[in-house]
């Protein structure tokens, strides 16, 4: 599959590893089309002023929330922090949702978001890309329904989704008042439990 990354996505990305963590002079590499690009990390305001100029359909992204989604992609999904998370550390995270998640399900979950076919999710383009956009496909929502659906009885339950919100690091009280007020909405006959049609 090819997935295009928009250009103002890229750029905003690559400012943002330039600006917090390589050191002066030093090179920020990635590949595009076949290609090695080099990007001097002294060059970051160039990288500003190019993706400031990309149309407004473009999705660009400010320092700030590139610094709140690396700390979430260090806390959930690469621990060592070398900028990419393998299928362990992927396994790891959606064992919270559902702990006996198998290798299959792992395997598609990266491959859904693999742009460059390491077989590991790179916290750029790839965790940047999927945290910015909005996927709401079907694929999506039914890879998610299944990772709630702990017991594999294609029905996921209030208690499941308070389980996996819990895991996450909510306390009870938040997990169940998200689950409430996200989730539970769409239990139409109010029975707690939810499957996917």
Known sequence: MIHRVPACLLLSAMTFHAISGVTAGSTISWSSRGERKHVRSDLSSILVRHARSFPD?????????????????????????????????????LQKFKPNVKDDAVSRFISRRDMNGNGAI?????????????????????????LHDTNDDNIVTEKELINASKALGLTPQQAEEAVQGYYMAADENGDGKLSFN
């Open 57 to 93: 359909e473009e999705p660009c992204l400010t320092i700030t929330f590139l610094t709140e989604l690396k700390k979430r992609f260090v806390n959930s999904l690469d621990h060592n922090n070398d900028g990419t998370a393998t299928f362990s550390e992927v396994k790891e995270y």
């Open 122 to 146: 790179d916290f750029v383009p790839e965790y940047v890309r999927e945290m910015a956009g909005n996927d709401y496909t079907m694929a999506a929502a039914a890879e998610w329904y299944h």
